[in-house]
Structures are given as C-alpha cells and as structure tokens.
C-alpha cells in the first residue's frame, strides 16, 4: 500500500483497505501520500490511519514536515485542522514545518503555517532560524513575509550569524540591502568574529555586499 499510495493509485488502495490487508508500518502509506501530494489518497488514508504525527521509518519525516516542504497546502491545511505539531522537528536534518516551507520557497505555506502559529523565530536543534534560512537563500518575498510576521531582524542562528551575515555569506546582495533598510545592526560578529566582509569569500562578491553597507552607514 505504500507505493500505491506514493503513485497516486487510488483503486489499488481503496482494494487494499477493503481487504484489510495489514501493512508493515501502518503510517508510512499516509506520510508518503502527504509527501507526494496525493490529496484523495491522503483524505482516504486519514479515515483509516488518523495518527498524523506517524513517522515515516526512512526518513523519521513528519505528515506536515514533508507536506510543507512539498508545497501541498491541502494537505497542509487538513492536518493543521487536526492539530498537527507545527514546532515538531522529525527528520534528519532536523527541521520543522516552517523552516522546510522556507528552505523550498513555499511562500503560501510559510503564511499558512504562521496565521496558524508557527513560531517565526523557533530554532531547530542545529540552529537553523527561518530568517536566517530565507536571508541565505536569496528569498526576497520569505524574507519580507517573516519581517512583517514579526521576526526577529538581528537573531542569530547557527554559528552565531544573524541573518544579515548569513546573506552576505552567500553573496546575496538585495537581501543584505533589504536587511540593511528594515534596520538591522550592520556591526555585528558570528561566533568565530567574522564580520560582514571578512565572511564573503571573493572579492567580485565583496564589491556586491560593500556597496548597500556603505550606503547605509552615511
């Protein structure tokens, strides 16, 4: 029932459900519906496998982890109204919902899962922050959604770096110029004492993250 229930194999299930056939690991059908977006499959599964914070025994991945980070607001929604963990944290790489909708660029769920809840400055055991993630990957849109959401501009993450630091890090220059008028601190340090330019690693970089720094220190 698993890989029928992965492919989007309605009739299969339904004849596997209908037979009362036993699978090994009863919540792994419903995590990988929810992974793969297979809306119907997923309603039906729900009727017969409701425990939603079942893991998944390959990846120890959440119902509404994987879901927000496949962009599957239907599902994400149905397991929101059943009262899915939003601050659970089931993978890996130890993420929660938020902070999966952030790293795919899944700006509707990321709004969903705050008008929710969500926690926007919740850390995940690494140290990871949804700011930090969205200023690292470029995402203007996340970037502005989290602010407005209430964000905190200056928390830093792992390897104490705040947003700010982790974009220039990664070169992004519009980020670092957005974080800079929002108001965020420009003398700051990450754990290691790295600063804003010493952490951008090539000088045709350096010239992108200087010039917004510049500019807003006059």
Do not use: W
């Amino acid at each position: 029932m698993s890989l029928a229930s992965e492919l989007g194999l309605r009739e299969v299930v339904e004849d596997i459900l209908f037979e009362g056939i036993v699978e090994k690991s009863p919540n792994l059908p419903l995590i990988l519906a929810a992974r793969k977006g297979r809306e119907a499959i997923f309603k039906l599964l729900l009727e017969k496998v409701p425990k939603i914070e079942a893991r998944d025994n390959a990846s120890f991945r959440l119902s509404l982890l994987v879901a927000s980070g496949g962009g599957h607001e239907v599902i994400v929604r149905l397991l929101l109204k059943m009262g899915a963990d939003m601050e659970e944290t089931g993978d890996y790489y130890l993420q929660n919902p938020l902070i999966s909708a952030v790293r795919r660029h899944s700006k509707a769920i990321a709004e969903l899962l705050i008008e929710n809840g969500a926690n926007v400055d919740a850390m995940v055991n690494k140290g990871e922050l949804p700011l930090v993630e969205a200023a690292g990957g470029g995402d203007e849109a996340m970037v502005n959604l989290l602010l407005e959401k209430g964000a905190d501009i200056d928390k830093r993450g792992s390897n104490g770096q705040t947003p700010l630091l982790h974009a220039a890090e990664r070169g992004k220059g519009a980020i670092v110029k957005l974080l800079l008028e929002k108001g965020a601190k420009i003398e700051v340090q990450d754990f290691i004492d790295q600063t804003l330019v010493s952490v951008v690693d090539t000088e045709k970089a350096r010239k992108i993250i200087v010039k917004p720094i510049l500019s807003a220190s006059v």
